[in-house]
């Protein structure tokens, strides 16, 4: 980066953050802390879900996404608009007339001590591992920019996230959610509007969209049907996107802490409820429009060179191995076939109403760009061998790269800032949300029951820095998991079906106690885990698996345990 881009990236980063400090001062108090006093109005608790949402992994590895696998990831969040209505009108009420700090208390007045804690344990392990992916995203851009070791990288990153956190609590993460969230999306449009730009005379968004789809990148509807029927393992398709990703927001938004607690900081159920609304109004086109932005990207790269592999990084030190000589192979056949597609789009416009299917590009066009990717797969196997510790697949790369080297100066230096400042904040709320159901769900009820507001308030921070330590450490074994927001919503998915299930039977099924709905929860989670591993079933799955075994189970249960009590009862008698 020039130094102007490191100038603004340096006093974005200050000024922001002296800002969430500066409106979190006089917050000293444990609801203070966590709840920011339960005094936001709708608008914030609107920016501060969908900045929590949105973290730097949204922003660096969707429209990699995109630009790998097409515009069909969007399917995921189909289900959202709908479990924001169920969510406003079933778990907000309960959670804000109970007054709780945390979803999971309500759990504890419904059926007992043990299944609140399993449910919290449930979200701190979930939610924590997370975490650690979300402090290594932002440790991608600082170690690419500066060809630090990633190790180092991660430490800063975490330390700086750690004094920022530890330091401002709910309040902050709030306030600076709101600016970087709007500032994020206008660097986002910048991107889109330079990769328009550098395209061929005569092409614009229209005919970029069209070279995009001609090569299947507007694969934004799916059905998941094959010659063989429906495929499971399909990870992104409308019915996985409504079924499933209905069950995936229904837990996290109703029943993660990181969520809850964000609309839990509204000065009135109202201010919730609406926050929530308008969430899932705005969700989908805004995730539409961040992946779009990566065809866009793609549809770029069809007339100008990109590289090889977006990680230049790893590229570097794998020319420095044995293997250099089959590397520069690959990048002269790569140079050949780039020629060829040179040769191919000369003389080819493409109008704005051109086919969105691959069957109307020229035979040969698609011949060359299937070669590519042959060559890109057989390139980064290459670079696997080279550096087995480096980062293989270049998704979250992609964007980062194009930023890098496109954007006009100073422009690069603030889209940095921000992406970096989206980790934050997210993770801000994270960190916060793992602080307070320690505090509350685990220290209170297990540890010391007398504990005073004081001493939780203190208790407060030091869990937050705990919490943090243990993200940084999760953060350095992060390497080689691909797609990073694939990454982090399969790991989601593994714990959530079990907690919504939890809630589900919470709030429906009256008569079903505290054993039947532990030991359902139990077993529905070692299932859930088993069924994960043997690769059956695409991710989304888990969670709509996950929560109607626990709500299976725990009716049998509830009718064998409940006649043992009955029994025993009767002997005692």
Known sequence: MA??????????LAAIVAYGLHKSRHEKSMEGYFLSSRSMPWWLVLLSIMGTQASAITFLSAPGQAFTDGMRFVQYYFGLPLAMIVISAVFVPIYHRLKV???????????????????????????????????????????????????????????????????????????????????????????????????PEGMGVAEAIATGGNLGKMNVITSGQTDAGF???????????VIGGFFLALSYFGT????????????????????????????????????LVGVLVFAFYQFREAPLFFNQTLVAQAHQTALRPELEAAEARYQQLLQQRHTLRQGQPIPAGASLQAGGVNERLQANYDSIQ??????????????????????????????????????????????????????????????????????????????????????????????????????????????????????????????????????????????????????????????YNMQIISFLWLNVIGAALVVALALPLQAVLGRKSAATASNKA
């Open 374 to 531: 042959l060559l890109r797969s057989h390139y980064s196997q290459l670079l696997k061998k080279a550096v087995p510790a480096g980062e293989s697949n270049d998704t979250n790369y992609v964007f980062l790269y194009f930023v890098t080297s496109q954007l006009p100066k100073g422009l690069v230096g603030l889209l940095i800032a921000v992406i970096i400042l989206a980790a934050w904040g997210s993770i801000a709320a994270a960190l916060n949300s793992l602080a307070s159901s320690t505090v509350v769900d685990i220290h209170r009820q297990l540890i010391n029951k007398q504990c005073d507001e004081k001493t939780s308030y203190r208790l407060s921070w030091q869990y937050t820095l705990g919490w943090g330590l243990f993200s940084i450490a999760v953060a350095m074994f992060a390497t080689n998991m691909g797609s990073l927001i694939e990454a982090v919503n399969i790991l989601g998915s593994i714990f959530y079906g079990v907690i919504l299930g939890i809630f589900l039977v919470a709030f429906f099924i009256r008569y079903v106690k505290g054993d039947a709905v532990f030991w359902a929860a139990v077993i529905a989670q070692l299932a859930v885990i088993t069924v």
């Open 3 to 12: 130094t102007i881009d490191w100038i603004v990236l340096v006093l974005t």
């Open 231 to 241: 495929d499971w393992k399909d990870r992104y398709n409308m019915w996985s996107g």
């Open 101 to 199: 700090y945390t979803a999971y208390e309500y759990l504890e007045q419904r059926f007992d001590i043990k299944t609140r804690t399993l449910s919290s344990l449930l979200f701190l392990i979930g939610r924590g591992l997370s975490t650690g992916i979300s402090i290594y995203a932002p440790s991608i851009i600082l170690s690419s920019l500066l060809g630090w070791n990633i190790y180092l990288t991660n430490l800063v990153m975490g330390g700086l996230l750690i004094v920022y956190t530890v330091s401002g609590g709910a309040r902050a993460v709030a306030y600076t959610q709101q600016l970087q969230f709007l500032i994020i999306m206008a660097g986002m449009g910048v991107a889109a509007w330079v990769a328009v730009q550098g395209l």
């Open 256 to 291: 993660d802490q990181s969520q809850v607690g964000r609309y839990l900081t509204a000065r009135s159920m109202k201010e919730s409820r609406i926050g929530l609304l308008m969430n899932g109004l705005v969700k989908v086109p805004m995730q539409f429009a961040i992946l």
